[in-house]
């Protein structure tokens, strides 16, 4: 095959930074070829792509050394498309690709409608950017990209903003483009499910920025499982088994573990919710934002020690009715009672002394220079004892792993290590409420489970957990009740068991629910057939 792009010896280190980010990497790629780079949370994977994108040190400053061949065309797409767009409706997005390879303003409307059906993107070109949802953002970037006609497409996380349906939509359809181009395609993910599926290779890097596997997907699991795992990746839950195969086959390992884990859903689904007093409890509540409402006629009760899932589509809600239940977000219409006490009756310092929220974006909540500060804050407001303070923050430093960060800036943090700090500022008050906004979005499966194993100890404590989530195997792993917001209304209020058994609400909503129950539903489809 034809070599197309690759580094020699590269190493980066950034002016900031005592140590190297990359040592001595040497790989090539070649046309055509599907390659993910997986690796640990700071492990050097955005900053290599970005070296052989040209990105570093033509746009961001390091010291480099060793050597990079570059492709003069290449197209990244980020995390957050909002970084990359510079433009305010789609056409005139589209279209600022095109002014770069200089095509006739006459022939630009075709090729914008020609990119846009290419990517599914079914919006008039008139469009204003910052009204499309994340997954057409996403859509628009890659319309962006597609129209410099690079020679390689670079994907950083594309779709850690995105929930799974959203991820899946994008997945499948770099993949169509790939088929159908054969592009090059690079790809740095920590979500393996729908993308491993289609990739040729495999590059493993280890947390000190060195090539520790490549090679073919089913080889790269089979051999560097324990690695990934401390590495915290989320290792695919299907791959690379066929569906069908583990439908079938009621002896097939995977079908196996899955049965297994359906018979034991309902031991921890079963209980009585209804003999508590409330924490919080709503009456004919309205929400929405500006003059629009999104939900109304919310009637519910969260007792004292529930944790409770908040989900639903892009859209339908979510956040802002998490925002109302601690004042951050008014409410349009009805009552919210806290601990038996109007909502809009307490003070901020009381009520913000009783109840903690934990945003989707760390850095919105952040406002000190330090790590060890910004845990501090809540006790330096409340005019404790500096041994109090003291004691406390490095308690918590030390439970979540940031002992060694206690002098950074919060804004210098992995996005994992902000996740964890935003939820340790959280619980210095050891507030009776805690409220998350989606609480693993965007993070590596270690990251995640560090950071719900402390919230599963508070819960053990008394802590009442409300959360914001796609994450549908974390809802039935710890949720006791799920609330499902659809069409401006609740659907559904109750076990997660009784949810994800439901295949009218299932179909209704387009809600992907675990595995273990698709294959419950897919053999009562096989019966019936």
Not at 42 to 71: D, N, Q, W, Y
Not at 276 to 287: L, Q, S, Y
Not at 452 to 460: A, W, Y
Request: charged share 25%; glycine share 6%; hydrophobic share 40%.
């Amino acid at each position: 095959m034809e070599t197309l792009l690759g580094c020699r010896n590269l190493s980066v280190r950034f002016y900031q930074a005592s140590e190297k980010i990359l040592s001595d990497l040497s790989l090539t790629i070649n046309k055509g070829e599907k390659v993910l780079i997986l690796g640990p949370s700071g492990s050097g994977k955005s900053t290599l792509i970005s070296a052989l994108a040209g990105i570093i040190p033509e746009h961001v400053e390091a010291e480099v050394s060793g050597e990079v061949f570059l492709r003069s065309h290449a197209g990244v797409m980020f995390q957050d498309p909002d970084s990359q767009f510079c433009m305010l409706r789609v056409d005139e997005e589209i279209a600022f690709s095109l002014e770069n390879r200089s095509i006739p303003r006459s022939e630009m409307d075709d090729i914008i409608s020609d990119l846009m059906d290419q990517v599914g993107l079914m919006v008039d070109k008139k469009t204003p950017i910052e009204t499309l949802s994340g997954g057409m953002k996403q859509r628009l970037a890659l319309a962006s990209l597609l129209a410099l006609e690079p020679d390689v497409l670079f994907f950083d996380e594309p779709t850690a903003q995105l929930d799974p349906a959203g991820r899946k939509e994008i997945f499948d359809l770099i993949n169509k483009i790939s088929q159908r181009t054969n592009q090059t395609i690079v790809v740095v993910e920590h979500v393996l499910d729908g993308c491993i599926e289609w990739m040729d290779r495999v590059i493993m890097i280890n947390k000190n920025g060195k090539i520790i596997a490549d090679g073919e997907p089913e080889e790269i699991l089979l051999h560097f499982n324990k690695e990934m795992k401390e590495a915290g990746i989320w290792r695919p839950k299907l791959f690379p088994y066929k569906w069908m195969d583990v439908v079938e086959n009621s002896s097939h390992p995977l079908a196996i573990k899955l049965s297994k884990m359906l018979e034991n859903e309902p031991l921890h689904s079963v209980e009585e919710y209804g003999k508590r007093d409330p924490i919080i409890r709503t009456e004919n509540v309205a929400i929405g934002y500006g003059k629009k409402t999104i939900v109304k006629d919310i009637n519910i009760d969260i007792h004292k020690g529930d944790w409770i899932s908040i989900v639903g589509e892009n859209g339908s809600g979510k956040s802002t009715f998490l925002k109302s239940l601690i004042r951050l977000q008014p409410i349009k219409n009805g009552k919210i009672r806290f601990q038996d006490k109007e909502l809009k009756k307490w003070t901020d310092r009381e009520l913000y002394g009783k109840a903690g929220f934990v945003f989707q974006n760390p850095e919105h909540q952040f406002i000190t220079d330090t790590v060890f500060e910004e845990i501090a804050f809540g006790g330096r407001q409340r005019n404790w004892p500096e041994e109090q303070i003291q004691t406390k923050t490095n308690q918590l430093l030390q439970e979540f792993g940031l002992e060694h960060y206690r002098n950074a800036h919060p804004f210098t943090l992995s996005l994992g290590q902000k996740r964890l700090l935003s939820v340790a500022t959280m619980l210095l008050l050891d507030q009776p409420l805690l409220l998350l906004d989606e609480p693993t979005f965007g993070q590596d499966e270690k990251t995640a489970g560090e950071l719900i194993m402390r919230l599963k100890e508070r819960q053990k404590r008394g802590t009442t957990i409300v959360m914001a989530t796609h994450d549908m195997d974390l809802v039935d792993a710890y949720s006791n009740q799920v609330i499902l917001l659809h069409n401006g209304r609740i659907l559904y209020q109750g076990t997660p068991f009784e949810l994800f058994s439901n295949q009218d609400i299932l179909n209704e909503t387009g809600i992907v629910p675990p595995l273990h129950y698709q294959l419950m539903h897919a053999r009562r489809e096989r019966v019936l057939i």
